[in-house]
């Protein structure tokens, strides 16, 4: 239903987008966004946008950096990111939820009923 895609090798200050095509409309979930896993550590929370007051979060790890955004048109989630980092190699997953979540349960994985396979993003000179 997702499918994640633009991860690469970067340089540290380089830039990436991701996309994440959904099979149907973005709009029919309340909340999407992106999480990411590093090699031994727990999946975590990029950023999430909630639709119900349009409000989207970041992780304070990535405030400034990253930027998500949408074409609801197209069906499509994008994920800006800049000024990469060697800490944010991981593997980036878009994930979707139905029902509406409280704010402080958005950065959960288990949350999460829908993900994409995850595309690899590496920093590293």
């Known amino acids: 239903q997702l499918q994640a895609s633009g991860g690469g090798l970067v340089h540290p200050g380089g830039s990436l987008r991701l996309s994440c095509a959904f099979s149907?409309?973005?709009?029919?979930?309340?909340?999407i966004g992106w999480f990411r896993q590093a090699p031994g550590k727990e999946r975590e929370g990029v950023s999430i946008?909630?639709?119900?007051?349009?409000?989207?979060i970041y992780a304070d790890s990535v405030k400034g950096r990253f930027t998500m955004s949408r074409d609801n048109a197209k069906s499509m989630l994008y994920l800006q990111m800049n000024d990469l980092r060697s800490e944010d190699t991981a593997v980036y997953y878009c994930?979707?939820?139905?029902?509406?979540?409280?704010?402080?349960?958005?950065?959960?994985?288990?949350?999460?009923?829908?993900w994409g396979q995850g595309t690899q993003v590496t920093v590293s000179s």
């Open positions: 994930v979707a939820r139905k029902n509406r979540l409280i704010l402080s349960a958005l950065f959960d994985a288990a949350q999460y009923d829908t």
């Open positions: 946008s909630r639709r119900g007051d349009g409000r989207t």
């Open positions: 149907g409309a973005t709009s029919d979930y309340s909340i």
